[in-house]
């Protein structure tokens, strides 16, 4: 081996070792909030979100014991899923999703946290029904939408979350588990993520008294995890965390 050449397994070793750290500090940070929330730690998922990193890490995750991971556009999760399809893996689609894309999600997704309209969800009904599976949907709830908009990153604006989620529970091949949103970066909840997951507790009480078992709670990412648990988030989005500062989309 030349002084130019890399060692294949050395570079395989080195990154497996960065990830184990980042991922035992992330772990660590969710212990933490969980205890000063009287909160059990196993009431929390981790969703290691791979975005724009390589099907070799999602090995790489997967061995030090990570089972859910995220993706948020269909053109770079379908083919690392197909991928990494011999692993016991949870796959969690939380990007804005286009109609078009539904059946390609749905071949290998188990949870879309991002739905928002209703032609979303005919689009999914329609696929999953096809790919003979039940797929799992969050509503994506924006916390800067004023009534009968949409989010500037998705989601529907809190008046609207009851007729979506019935919907939801009301489409073949698709099952209602509960809401997702992201702190906003605009409104009354700007800078405020705490705040914003606490409202987003308070509608999921409300949805729980006609869908009990949409109980899923998917808020908080790697800058804002400690105030989802606190909150009561039942699943975290961590990115950044875990596999470092993304590399530039082409």
């Known amino acids: 081996m030349t002084e130019h050449q890399t060692d294949p397994e050395a570079e395989d070793g080195a990154r497996r070792a960065e990830l184990a750290a980042n991922l035992d500090r992330v772990e660590k940070r969710i212990t933490a909030a969980c205890e000063a ?7 929390v998922t981790l969703i290691v979100v791979t975005k724009t990193y390589p099907a070799s890490d999602v090995r790489l ?3 030090l014991g ?10 770079d ?7 990494c399809a011999d692993l016991p893996l949870t796959w969690h689609f939380v990007g804005q999703l286009q109609t078009n894309k539904a059946r390609s999600v749905v071949r290998y997704s188990d949870h879309v946290h991002s739905v928002d ?4 969800v005919g689009a999914l009904s329609t696929a999953a029904t096809a790919a003979g599976k039940r797929l799992g949907c969050l509503v994506q709830v924006a916390l800067d939408a004023e009534s009968g908009t949409q989010g500037e990153r998705g989601g529907v604006a809190p008046d609207a979350v009851a007729a ?5 529970a009301a489409a073949p091949g698709l099952r209602l588990d509960g809401l997702m949103t992201v702190a906003p970066l605009a409104g009354a909840y700007a800078g405020q993520p705490r705040a914003a997951f606490d409202r987003l507790m308070e509608i999921s009480s409300g949805l729980r008294e006609t869908h009990p ?4 709670v998917s808020a908080g ?5 400690d105030e989802a648990v606190a909150a009561g988030a039942t699943h975290v989005r961590v990115g950044t965390a875990v596999l470092g500062v993304r590399p530039g989309l082409g």
């Open 37 to 43: 929330a009287g909160r059990d730690r196993a009431d």
């Open 61 to 63: 995750l997967a061995g």
């Open 66 to 75: 990570v089972r859910h991971v995220a993706e948020n556009r269909d053109q």
């Open 77 to 83: 999760a379908a083919p690392k899923a197909t991928a």
């Open 117 to 120: 309209r209703l032609r979303l």
């Open 164 to 168: 979506l989620a019935d919907a939801i």
């Open 213 to 216: 078992a949409a109980n899923m």
């Open 221 to 225: 990412m790697s800058q804002d995890l």
